[in-house]
């Protein structure tokens, strides 16, 4: 497998995990601040034990650069974001507006690289946010604001985050994933009540932690070996999948342009991986 192949099965692996978070927030009746702070705990562990057993965290407190702190900054501020959006707003809902994470990916990799994206990664871009207006059109008046807002917010995050590797690819992945949660402890400390969580639902918090911690490191490897563009793309392969799980274990019932705007953002995501003359023969360049 060569360096593109194993970013595309990084990234996918990502956003097929991520494409769960929605689930894990809606199915606990804890508030938004106390799940980002008993997630972060999980998270942050579960990654710190990772890299010690691997004998890597030494390696990665080394490597630890402005990059690798940048990065842990921004990935803590989205996180803020990601998760009250969710409990303000429908999964769906969340899940799509993070179709417009090529767009921006692709406008910050030129605005600061200046790398342009391949013809093929620009038309699909256009399509999945063709996509994503179809959805949030149809949607008018049935989302709070609060939320679509705070998830737009996380999708200039993510995006930002794919931009620093692809700028700095030897910047470490999974140390900033972990102290991006530890950051964060402190505000959810203060700003909640991590302690009145049912002891019930700590149980669904931990696991919700593993499954970050899992998706954070494998977007952040990803990400290094692919274009922003190109990343952004792959990774919203979570948004037709998000809403599945939404309707299967929380009866959240899409409409009707939710479900074809999915299936155009589906598409275009496919097809900037197979497209002549695309995404596959630039990286094969870089």
Do not use: C
């Not at 994503?132 to 049935?142: D, K």
């Not at 910047?171 to 972990?178: D, F, M, Q, R, S």
């Not at 299936?263 to 870089?286: C, D, F, H, P, Y």
């Amino acid at each position: 497998m060569n360096t593109r192949q194993a970013g595309v099965a990084l990234v996918v692996i990502s956003a097929f995990v991520f494409s769960t978070a929605g689930i894990f927030t809606k199915m606990v009746t804890a508030q938004a601040w106390d799940i980002i702070f008993w997630r972060g705990v999980a998270a942050s562990a579960f990654t710190l034990l990772y890299l010690a057993l691997r004998g890597e965290l030494i390696r990665e407190v080394r490597a630890f650069g402005h990059p690798a702190l940048l990065v842990t900054i921004i990935m803590a501020a989205g996180t803020a974001a990601f998760i009250p959006a969710f409990k303000l707003s429908h999964v769906a809902n969340v899940a799509l507006i993070y179709g417009a994470s090529p767009l921006i990916a692709a406008a910050l990799a030129w605005a600061f690289l200046r790398e342009v994206p391949s013809r093929t990664v620009s038309i699909a871009s256009l399509i999945a946010f063709g996509g994503v207006a179809l959805i949030v059109f149809g949607s008018l008046g049935g989302v709070a604001l609060r939320g679509d807002l705070l998830a737009l917010f996380m999708t200039l995050m993510m995006a930002g985050t794919m931009v620093v590797y692809r700028a700095f690819p030897h910047t470490t992945a999974a140390l900033p994933a972990a102290l991006s949660s530890v950051v964060l402890l402190p505000f959810a400390w203060t700003f909640g009540d991590p302690l009145s969580v049912d002891v019930g639902e700590m149980p669904m918090l931990i696991l919700f932690g593993l499954v970050f911690a899992v998706a954070s490191v494998t977007l952040s490897e990803g990400a290094r070996r692919l274009p922003p563009s190109e990343t952004a793309l792959l990774s919203i392969l979570e948004m037709p999948l998000a809403p599945v799980l939404a309707l299967v274990l929380l009866s959240e019932v899409p409409t009707a342009q939710a479900i074809v705007g999915g299936l155009v953002i589906l598409g275009s995501v496919l097809w900037s991986q197979t497209g002549r003359g695309g995404a596959g023969k630039r990286q094969n360049q870089i």
